[in-house]
C-alpha cells in the first residue's frame, strides 16, 4: 500500500473545488488509508479558500495552504508539491478537467517508473488552445530535447522524493517543462498514459492571458540560459 498527497493549485474556482473534493477524496480512500489532499488557494478574489475551509468539515484528509496574493501557476504548483508529505504526489488541477478515477490508469506503473504522466487523449480544448500548446510543445522539444508528449497535462504521479534531488526555479507556466527536464537529467524514469478530458464546466481559464504567456516565454529562456550555465560550469571543474 503506498502512500498519496493530491495536490492542487486553485485559483478563483469556487464552484469548482467542493466537487473535485467529493469526487477525489473517495477515490483515494479505495487506494490507501494514507493519504491527503492539499489544495493551494492562490490568492483567489472568490471564495474558494473558504469553500475549502467548509469541505475540511466533512473531509479530514483537506489542508488548505493560502497565498496571500496571486502568484503564478508554477508558484501554486510548487507549494503543493513541497507541502506534500506522502510517498507519492498525484498532481491534478481543481477544474474538474480530469476523471480522478483514471489514477488508476497510473497506479499500476509505480514500479517501472517514477514520474506516470498523463497526456490528454484527445484534448478538449478550444482549436486555438490547442494550436498554442503545439506551438509550446514544439519549442521546448527543440530546446531541450523530449520529456513528454503533453507536458503541462494536470495529471502525473510522482516520487515525493525527487523533489529532494531536483531544484525547479520557475513560477510561472514553465514550471512544469522545468520539472520534468530535470528530473529526466537527473535519471529519474518518465512513463507516459493516456487521460480521458473534460471541457471546463465552471471558472475561467488564466493561460490565455498575455501577461501569463509573457511571462512563460520569459522564463522558459532564463531555464535555457541557466541549462547552458549550469553545463559550462560542469565542464569547468572537469
Given at each position: 500500500?503506498?502512500?498519496?498527497?493530491?495536490?492542487?493549485?486553485a485559483y478563483n474556482e469556487e464552484?469548482?473545488?467542493?466537487?473535485?473534493?467529493?469526487?477525489?477524496?473517495?477515490?483515494?480512500?479505495?487506494?490507501?488509508?494514507?493519504?491527503?489532499?492539499?489544495?493551494?488557494?492562490?490568492?483567489?478574489?472568490d471564495r474558494t479558500a473558504e469553500?475549502?475551509?467548509?469541505?475540511?468539515?466533512?473531509?479530514?484528509?483537506?489542508?488548505?495552504?493560502?497565498?496571500?496574493?496571486?502568484?503564478?501557476?508554477?508558484?501554486?504548483?510548487?507549494?503543493?508539491?513541497?507541502?506534500?508529505?506522502?510517498?507519492?504526489?498525484?498532481?491534478?488541477?481543481?477544474?474538474?478537467?480530469?476523471?480522478?478515477?483514471?489514477?488508476?490508469?497510473?497506479?499500476?506503473?509505480?514500479?517501472?517508473?517514477?514520474?506516470?504522466?498523463?497526456?490528454?487523449?484527445?484534448?478538449?480544448?478550444?482549436?486555438?488552445?490547442?494550436?498554442?500548446?503545439?506551438?509550446?510543445?514544439?519549442?521546448?522539444?527543440?530546446?531541450?530535447?523530449?520529456?513528454?508528449?503533453?507536458?503541462?497535462?494536470?495529471?502525473?504521479?510522482?516520487?515525493?522524493?525527487?523533489?529532494?534531488?531536483?531544484?525547479?526555479?520557475?513560477?510561472?507556466?514553465?514550471?512544469?517543462?522545468?520539472?520534468?527536464?530535470?528530473?529526466?537529467?537527473?535519471?529519474?524514469?518518465?512513463?507516459?498514459?493516456?487521460?480521458?478530458?473534460?471541457?471546463?464546466?465552471a471558472g475561467n481559464p488564466t493561460?490565455?492571458?498575455?501577461?501569463?504567456?509573457?511571462?512563460?516565454?520569459?522564463?522558459?529562456?532564463?531555464?535555457?540560459?541557466?541549462?547552458?550555465?549550469?553545463?559550462?560550469?560542469?565542464?569547468?571543474?572537469?
Amino acid at each position: 500500500m503506498i502512500s498519496i498527497s493530491a495536490a492542487m493549485p486553485a485559483y478563483n474556482e469556487e464552484e469548482n473545488v467542493g466537487p473535485m473534493v467529493e469526487a477525489l477524496d473517495p477515490v483515494l480512500a479505495s487506494i490507501t488509508d494514507d493519504y491527503e489532499i492539499i489544495i493551494v488557494d492562490d490568492g483567489s478574489k472568490d471564495r474558494t479558500a473558504e469553500r475549502v475551509m467548509e469541505l475540511q468539515a466533512r473531509y479530514p484528509k483537506v489542508r488548505l495552504v493560502r497565498h496571500p496574493v496571486n502568484q503564478g501557476f508554477g508558484a501554486a504548483v510548487h507549494t503543493g508539491f513541497t507541502s506534500a508529505t506522502k510517498e507519492w504526489v498525484f498532481y491534478t488541477d481543481a477544474d474538474r478537467q480530469f476523471k480522478v478515477e483514471e489514477i488508476h490508469k497510473l497506479l499500476p506503473l509505480t514500479d517501472k517508473a517514477d514520474i506516470i504522466a498523463g497526456y490528454r487523449a484527445p484534448r478538449a480544448d478550444p482549436f486555438l488552445r490547442k494550436v498554442f500548446a503545439f506551438g509550446w510543445f514544439s519549442l521546448c522539444t527543440v530546446l531541450f530535447g523530449y520529456t513528454a508528449r503533453d507536458i503541462d497535462c494536470a495529471f502525473k504521479l510522482f516520487r515525493r522524493e525527487i523533489l529532494d534531488h531536483i531544484r525547479v526555479d520557475s513560477r510561472g507556466a514553465t514550471f512544469s517543462i522545468e520539472f520534468l527536464v530535470r528530473a529526466k537529467r537527473a535519471g529519474y524514469r518518465i512513463a507516459e498514459v493516456p487521460v480521458s478530458h473534460l471541457p471546463r464546466l465552471a471558472g475561467n481559464p488564466t493561460g490565455a492571458k498575455l501577461s501569463v504567456i509573457a511571462r512563460a516565454f520569459r522564463e522558459l529562456f532564463r531555464f535555457r540560459l541557466r541549462l547552458w550555465k549550469e553545463g559550462s560550469g560542469k565542464q569547468g571543474r572537469a
